[in-house]
């Protein structure tokens, strides 16, 4: 069975940076994209980039290049993603997912941003 | 960037009875290999996205065959028939055709 398991919500000051994971089991971790997904509150959904373990290939939506970055690490099948000088505007829910004909998505990490 | 307009904003639709809900994009979604990459997603309330229709019209594992996805280049539509209670949360259009990836604004479905 494929599960995306993503680290725990988040509360974080205004200019910190937050490190999300998102540990996947049931596949074969490095032969599939991993994407991420951005929902503000009571909004709808945002690509934020994708990863390729394989072979460490980043794509980014040009909006979040500068604020997100994507990592993998093959030897704990885990990826993760990293949000830098966050703001208020930062604050949403961030989601892991396995896209294809066959799609996976993680439960989700709330990041909330507050002094 | 790929603009998907959904439409209607809300529905809401007594039980039994067929919902339509459309996605026009502002460019071709049809890619150099041939294929459209238009999925349709549903998001229940406090749940991740569901994949439900991908490259249009197949429908993902386990979905009911009560929802048809149709269209091709630029309009695409979704019908639920025979609307049931578990059907109501927001619905979301998808593209991976053009980067960047974008999604729909949503299209909430209520039942009456």
């Known amino acids: 069975e494929v599960k995306l398991q993503q680290s725990g919500d988040e509360l974080v000051r205004p200019g910190a940076s937050v490190k999300i994971s998102c540990k996947a089991s049931g596949y074969t971790f490095t032969n599939y994209a991993m994407y991420w997904v951005k929902q503000s509150p009571g909004q709808g959904l945002e690509w934020i980039g994708t990863?390729?373990?394989?072979?460490?290939?980043?794509s980014y939506n040009q909006k979040f290049k500068g604020k997100a970055t994507l990592t993998a690490d093959k030897s704990s099948n885990t990826a993760y993603m990293e949000l830098s000088r966050l703001t208020s505007e930062d604050s949403a829910v961030y989601y892991c997912?396995?896209?294809?004909?066959?799609?996976?998505w993680g439960q989700g990490v709330m990041v909330t941003v507050s002094s | 960037d790929v603009v998907l307009t959904q439409t209607p904003v809300s529905l809401s639709v007594t039980l039994g009875d067929q919902a339509s809900i459309s996605c026009r994009s502002s460019?071709?979604?049809?890619?150099?290999?041939?294929?459209?990459?238009l999925k349709w997603y549903l998001q229940k309330p406090g749940q991740s996205p569901q994949l439900l229709i991908y490259e249009v019209s197949n429908r993902f594992s386990g979905v009911p065959d009560r929802f048809i996805g149709s269209g091709s280049g630029t309009d695409f539509t979704l019908k639920i028939s025979r609307v049931e209670p578990e059907d109501l949360g927001v619905y979301y259009c998808f593209q991976a055709t053009h980067d960047p990836l974008t999604f729909g604004s949503g299209t909430k479905l209520e039942i009456k």
């Open positions: 997912a396995k896209l294809g004909a066959r799609d996976y």
């Open positions: 460019q071709s979604l049809v890619y150099s290999d041939g294929n459209t990459y």
């Open positions: 990863i390729i373990p394989l072979i460490d290939t980043t």
